[in-house]
């Protein structure tokens, strides 16, 4: 089946310490992209890639970092969380012409 | 530069009325227009694009350049088309990611 698995579903961590959010996709889909979705603000995107070793930041990357060392993995690296960070997290990926397939999303609580 | 506009956060309508749904776009090159729909606690999901002009759901959208708008349209709504619609722009080529809108949560009372 395809899809886009993310982990953690939920994840309650304090200011400063270092977490990472896997997302993986079985489509060999060469996009993927990090979202995070605020009551109000919609989905804004953080970084995105267009292929291996290839990332970019989208709309509200400060605080956030990626790597894309393999086609299949985008995670997602927060050095140093901090309250504003608290969200709702998606991963999404895509090829060519294709629509966005979403992960189920990652509920992130920064204390 | 993209830019999406969905100019109502709320829409609350009775079932059985219509529901129009409003997106405009602003975007210089050739635009491909989506519309996600995320239902309670699930994830997004595609619900239409432009270029395949089909009814999904009851629900059809026209890209209409010369307003640079995709409304979103169901002639009746049902409860179960309570959800968040987002409306999304990327480029035709496929490889510009999407921008999305703010949202507009319908909610469609019995």
């Known amino acids: 089946e395809a899809q886009v698995t993310q982990n953690p579903r939920y994840l309650i961590t304090v200011t400063g310490k270092k977490l990472t959010v896997t997302c993986s996709q079985n489509?060999?889909?060469?996009?993927m992209s990090w979202y995070r979705q605020d009551p109000g603000l919609g989905l804004r995107q953080i970084y995105y890639?267009?292929?291996?070793?290839?990332?970019d930041k989208g709309d509200v990357p400060e605080g956030y970092k990626v790597s894309r060392k393999e086609k299949r993995n985008f995670p997602l690296i927060l050095e140093s969380p901090s309250p504003n960070q608290t969200s709702l997290y998606f991963c999404?990926?895509?090829?060519?012409?294709?629509?966005?397939?979403f992960g189920n999303g990652t509920r992130l609580t920064v204390t | 530069a993209q830019r999406v506009t969905q100019p109502e956060k709320l829409l609350s309508v009775f079932k059985g009325a219509p529901v129009e749904l409003k997106c405009n776009y602003s975007?210089?090159?050739?635009?491909?227009l989506f519309w996600y729909v995320q239902y309670s606690r699930q994830r997004l999901q595609l619900l239409l694009r432009?270029?395949s002009r089909e009814s999904i759901k009851g629900f059809t959208a026209d890209l209409n350049k010369g307003e640079t708008s995709f409304h979103l349209k169901k002639p009746f709504a049902q409860e179960e088309d309570s959800a968040m619609y987002y409306c999304?722009?990327?480029?035709?080529?496929?490889?510009?990611?999407?921008?999305f809108g703010k949202g507009t949560r319908l909610s469609v009372i019995a």
């Open positions: 999404a990926s895509w090829s060519g012409n294709s629509p966005l397939h």
């Open positions: 489509m060999n889909h060469e996009y």
């Open positions: 890639s267009m292929n291996v070793e290839v990332t």
């Open positions: 975007y210089s090159g050739s635009p491909e």
């Open positions: 432009h270029i």
């Open positions: 999304a722009l990327g480029g035709y080529s496929g490889n510009t990611p999407l921008v």
